[in-house]
């Protein structure tokens, strides 16, 4: 009788567990759509795509089939300064459109007008692919942010604007947000500050428009550790943020965050393979007093894992 108790019990948490991470990942994805999207909302979408996770156009949860965002400094085609430089999102053919590309009703009342009727976005087509922006309008009044299909509007290529940037400046931030959701950083990190006195720390609390088409809004499960919605203003060094993602006792030495030497792969930068068992015993001797300095940490390649999360950290979590 005791051991079907606890196996029934045991059911029963799994089912109310489960239940749980459904109402966290997928119902407010679908009730957010009834805001009046913002710029948070509308980068959001744009820079994740149609979903992130489990699809069939991602079928193993790579990361594969996202846009791209860029930083453009000079314009793709006529190669005039762009001063401040601007963010664009890069649609190569094929790859998914956001949800507000397809279902422009859920950007809202007036964001939906005028992108369509200035930006175009109704002519979007997937095949070609396209290149996206986000510009500031007045509709009623009011100001608003809303999308612009700059390769209608502009003429900008998918390719064009991709070599225009340089990989300097590409941010493979779907892709990153990817390895958030699978690496099970929501465990530990939320996305959400809480009304309460630790938003003037962590940053504002986000508005009802910020998550309109974002396909899951992973606020996370319970928080272990820092909130991460608004990190990259606290701190946008690349560099520290390589040493913390490689073993984060580097720079907190009470972390109890995992290490995620591994989304590294096999080599570095400069195609050196990386000894991680040298590594972590040069670290070991660091730690017990043996060696004054820590090893240096390998510099990513360009298409590694751990560089998609950086660039989703830095980019989007301002």
Not at 19 to 39: E, H, K, Q, V, Y
Not at 103 to 114: I, P, W
Not at 182 to 210: I, K, R, S, V
Request: glycine residues 10%.
């Amino acid at each position: 009788m005791g051991f079907q108790q606890y196996k029934f019990g045991a059911a029963g948490i799994g089912l109310m567990f489960g239940f749980s991470m459904c109402i966290t990942l997928l119902f407010p994805a679908n009730d957010f759509r009834s805001g009046i999207s913002t710029w948070v909302g509308l980068d959001k979408q744009l820079s994740l795509g149609r979903v992130i996770g489990f699809s069939y156009e991602d079928p193993f949860v790579t990361g594969a089939g996202k846009p791209i965002v860029v930083i453009l400094d000079k314009d793709p085609k006529t190669g005039a300064i762009i001063d401040p430089p601007q963010r664009a999102y890069v649609y190569n053919p094929g790859i998914k459109f956001a949800p507000g590309i397809n279902h422009q009703e859920m950007l809202g009342a007036g964001v939906e007008d005028l992108s369509k009727s200035i930006g175009k976005i109704d002519q979007s087509d997937m095949a070609s692919g396209a290149v996206f922006t986000l510009e500031k309008g007045e509709f009623n009044g009011d100001e608003v942010d809303y999308i612009v299909n700059a390769s209608v509007v502009r003429g900008w290529t998918p390719a064009g604007t991709l070599k225009a940037a340089g990989d300097e400046n590409t941010r493979y931030v779907a892709k990153g947000k990817t390895i958030f959701v699978t690496e099970g950083c929501w465990w530990c990190h939320t996305l959400l500050p809480e009304q309460t006195q630790d938003w003037q720390f962590f940053g504002a609390p986000p508005y009802l428009g910020d998550f309109n088409g974002e396909m899951p809004t992973a606020f996370g499960s319970d928080r272990k550790a820092p909130d991460l919605l608004h990190v990259a203003s606290r701190n946008s060094s690349r560099e520290w943020m390589t040493m913390h993602f490689f073993n984060p006792r580097l720079v907190q030495p009470n972390s109890i965050m995992p290490r995620y030497d591994y989304l590294w792969g096999k080599t570095d930068a400069k195609g050196n393979t990386i000894d991680m068992n040298k590594w972590r015993a040069e670290y070991n001797a660091y730690v017990h007093g043996e060696s004054i300095y820590p090893p240096e940490v390998p510099e990513p390649r360009r298409d590694s894992e751990v560089r998609t999360l950086i660039d989703w950290v830095l980019t989007s979590l301002r």
